[in-house]
Nanobody
Framework: QVHPVESGGGLVQAGGSLRLSCAAS????????MGWYRQAPGKQRELVAT???????NYADSVKGRFTISRDNAKNTVNLQMNSLKPEDTAVYYC?????????WGKGTLVTVSS
């Protein structure tokens, strides 16, 4: 079992920045992909960004140029730097970790962007 735990959510005004962090614990050996997903009220969960263990990244079109994902393999952490936030970025953000083709989810952290 892998246990991702998120931190860093909160309330921010439009145009502001937030940094989310996720630390994975438990059976962390062999973690390959780490990432962030989000779910806005009344909507399905969607991909925000992912990063592989060799630091290749992938972003949703809606966040390209504004969000940056990073990772520390030694610490089993993944971060999401969010700049130029928009009200439509409001959502619960979930950390996701893949190990041996099994996906593990954190409980989520709420990000609210006010207009």
């Amino acid at each position: 079992q892998v246990h991702p735990v998120e931190s860093g959510g909160g309330l921010v005004q439009a145009g502001g920045s937030l940094r989310l962090s996720c630390a994975a614990s438990g059976s962390v050996f062999g973690i390959d992909v780490m990432g962030w997903y989000r779910q806005a009220p009344g909507k399905q969960r969607e991909l925000v960004a992912t990063i592989t263990k060799d630091l290749s990244t992938n972003y949703a079109d809606s966040v390209k140029g504004r969000f940056t994902i990073s990772r520390d393999n030694a610490k089993n952490t993944v971060n999401l730097q969010m700049n130029s936030l928009k009200p439509e970025d409001t959502a619960v953000y979930y950390c996701n970790v893949r190990r041996s083709n099994i996906y593990y989810w954190g409980k989520g952290t709420l990000v609210t962007v006010s207009s």
